[in-house]
């Protein structure tokens, strides 16, 4: 099945910092969320972005769909951004273009 | 307006006592998921039903099963929980099944 790589796993900022958070995949996909978990495990959905650029408040993503990467951009970083960032996709091909495969996270820290 | 509804958020229940866990929604999607997700890992996909079509994951233990009554609601039964079946359970929606996915809030299992 497709391989979904995030990296780097563990970041630690002070509020105020900018950072960048990078989604690698293995195959061509059809679909590509980045997901916030909460400290309550919610998972809030930040950008369904397939391709192309995206922007909303102090968030941006990216995806170079023909390199197979994401970017996840977070300026100006506050206490309440912090928690684990998930790339999720589905692949274009084969019988499973309905499965999110998730990698593996970036625990942010945002301290004051 | 909370679209994807799970409840409880928390259950506690004993070794080997049946439990089910419930998921509605208001959006109208044709797709609902079932993910789990043990502590400090990423998500993955149980089963999931296209209208009343039900498909498994190869994986997915025996123990797991699933009802979709009608469109708004869904069901996770866990026949025997073991302790190892501890862990948060994510339900999803999608219109299409290479949609957007939206997810609930969860429901955080403790098996004691």
């Known amino acids: 099945g497709i391989q979904v790589e995030q990296s780097p796993p563990d970041l630690i900022l002070q509020e105020g910092a900018n950072s960048t958070l990078r989604c690698n995949f293995s195959?061509?996909?059809?679909?590509l969320q980045w997901f916030h978990q909460n400290p309550w495990g919610q998972l809030i959905n930040l950008f369904y972005?397939?391709?192309g650029t995206k922007q909303n408040g102090r968030l941006s993503a990216t995806t170079v769909a023909t390199e197979r990467y994401s970017l996840l951009y977070i300026s100006s970083s506050q206490t309440t951004d912090s928690g684990v960032y998930f790339c999720a996709v589905t692949p274009n091909s084969g019988g499973s273009n309905y499965k999110l495969t998730f990698g593996k996270g970036t625990l942010l820290t945002v301290n004051p | 307006d909370a679209m994807v509804i799970q409840n409880p958020r928390y259950q506690v229940t004993q070794f080997g006592k049946p439990v089910t866990l419930s998921c509605s929604q208001t959006?109208?999607?044709?797709?609902m998921y079932w993910y789990q997700q043990k502590s400090s890992q990423a998500p993955k996909l149980l089963f999931h039903?296209?209208?009343?079509?039900?498909?498994n994951e190869a994986d997915t233990p025996d123990n797991f099963q699933s009802r979709r009554p009608n469109t708004s609601f869904c069901f996770l039964d866990i026949r025997s929980p073991g302790l190892g079946d501890a862990a948060m359970y994510l339900c999803a929606t999608s219109r299409i099944r290479d949609s957007l996915k939206y997810f609930g809030p969860g429901t955080r299992l403790l098996v004691l």
């Open positions: 195959d061509s996909v059809n679909n």
């Open positions: 959006l109208n999607h044709n797709v």
């Open positions: 972005i397939p391709s």
């Open positions: 039903y296209y209208d009343k079509d039900f498909n």
